[in-house]
Each structure stands twice: as C-alpha cells, then as structure tokens.
C-alpha cells in the first residue's frame, strides 16, 4: 500500500468509525455507568471484533456474508432483534439506580462485542476496506501489516472518545432527572437503530 492509499484509507476508516451508531451509543453508555478506565473493556471488545473482522475479510469470508441475501437479512434480522431488546432493558433499567458493584469487566466486554459483531453495518465497512483499498497484485498479508494496526489505533481512539464522553456526563451534577433522562435517550438510540436497521431488511427500504 503506498503512503497516499495509506492516508486515504486512515481517512475514510476514520469517518467510519467516528459516525455515530449503536458502537458509541455502548460507549457513551459504559462510560456513564462505570467510569471510564472500567468502562474501556467495551472498548477491548469493539477491537476484538474489529479484529476479528479484519482477519475474516482477508480471507473473504464477510464477501460470502454479503453475497448471501439469506445469510445477510438473518444478520439483519438478529442485529434488530438484540438491539431492541437492549434498548428495552436500558429504558427500563434507568429508573432504577446504578448498581453500588460494578459490571465485570468480562460482561461489558462481551456486551461490547456483540453490539459489534450483530451490526451489518459492520460487514460493509470491512468489504469496502477490502474492495476500494486493498491491492490484488500485492500480497494481502504484507498489506494486513498497513491496514490492521492502522484501522485498530483509529477505532481505539474513537471509542475511547465516545467512553470519556460518557465518563464525563456520569460525573457531572446531572441530578436524578437527567440522569434518568439521558440513560433514556441513549437506550432510546439502541431501540431507534434496530428499527432502522429492521426497516431495511423490509423489501423496498434499503
């Protein structure tokens, strides 16, 4: 990959991951609710899967996902499901008071890892990094050694801005009502993109 493929790459993957959607909404979640170095497990587990799907699309195997229209409106179709059902539990959990323990670390990982890997929007990010910026006369493994480490710095720095931005709103004077409130607006968020998210597995939406 040459320096100006590089640097359009980090732009792009930058814009991706830096537009909202049910990754920050956990974020800004995880930060409120459990401060933000505990609250960086959730981060660990978006790098996971961001991993994960990086290996997966260099041996084409998200290609296969999104070739599949069964494959990919069962994806669709679960992403909807979970993401409502997490919204659900947010808005009713934010008329309750937060837990005097904390979270294990492992649960907001594996929250944050799911949230990830159930959302397709997820499977087309990595395939237009693999179709627009990887080079087929190239060798994909000398090319993961630019993209890998690159596209995990950018996502590690956007979600730990979105998980400081939470920290920041928990400790603030909010009071009961706006804490209340803003817990209901992020949950609001998780139930709104799975609705979205739903609409375009619906014939003629997307």
């Given at each position: 990959m040459s320096l100006g493929g590089w640097a359009v790459f980090?732009?792009?993957?930058?814009?991706?991951?830096?537009s909202p959607g049910?990754?920050?909404?956990?974020?800004i979640r995880n930060g409120m609710n459990f401060g933000f170095l505990?609250?960086?497990?959730g981060v660990a587990g978006i790098l996971t899967q961001a991993a994960l799907f990086l290996t997966l699309s260099a041996v084409g195997i998200t290609a296969l996902i999104a070739a599949s229209?069964?494959?990919?409106?069962?994806?669709?179709?679960?992403?909807?499901?979970?993401?409502?059902?997490?919204?659900?539990?947010?808005?009713?959990?934010a008329d309750r008071p937060l837990p005097a323990e904390a979270a294990r670390p492992g649960s907001i990982w594996l929250r944050a890892f799911m949230v990830a890997t159930i959302n397709p929007k997820s499977v087309a990010g990595y395939l237009a990094v693999f179709s627009q910026f990887v080079e087929p006369d190239v060798p994909i493994g000398a090319q993961m050694w630019a993209i890998v480490p690159t596209a995990?710095?950018?996502?590690?720095m956007s979600y730990?801005?979105?998980?400081?931005?939470?920290?920041?709103?928990?400790?603030a004077a909010l009071g009961a009502v706006g804490n209340r409130l803003v817990?209901?607006?992020?949950?609001?968020c998780f139930i709104l993109y799975g609705v979205a998210l739903g609409?375009?597995?619906v014939p003629g939406w997307d």
């Amino acid at each position: 990959m040459s320096l100006g493929g590089w640097a359009v790459f980090a732009l792009v993957w930058t814009i991706f991951v830096v537009s909202p959607g049910p990754n920050a909404v956990n974020c800004i979640r995880n930060g409120m609710n459990f401060g933000f170095l505990r609250a960086l497990w959730g981060v660990a587990g978006i790098l996971t899967q961001a991993a994960l799907f990086l290996t997966l699309s260099a041996v084409g195997i998200t290609a296969l996902i999104a070739a599949s229209p069964t494959g990919f409106l069962a994806a669709k179709i679960a992403g909807t499901l979970v993401l409502v059902w997490l919204g659900v539990r947010a808005w009713r959990a934010a008329d309750r008071p937060l837990p005097a323990e904390a979270a294990r670390p492992g649960s907001i990982w594996l929250r944050a890892f799911m949230v990830a890997t159930i959302n397709p929007k997820s499977v087309a990010g990595y395939l237009a990094v693999f179709s627009q910026f990887v080079e087929p006369d190239v060798p994909i493994g000398a090319q993961m050694w630019a993209i890998v480490p690159t596209a995990l710095a950018i996502t590690a720095m956007s979600y730990s801005g979105y998980t400081a931005l939470g920290a920041l709103l928990g400790r603030a004077a909010l009071g009961a009502v706006g804490n209340r409130l803003v817990r209901r607006g992020l949950a609001a968020c998780f139930i709104l993109y799975g609705v979205a998210l739903g609409a375009t597995a619906v014939p003629g939406w997307d």
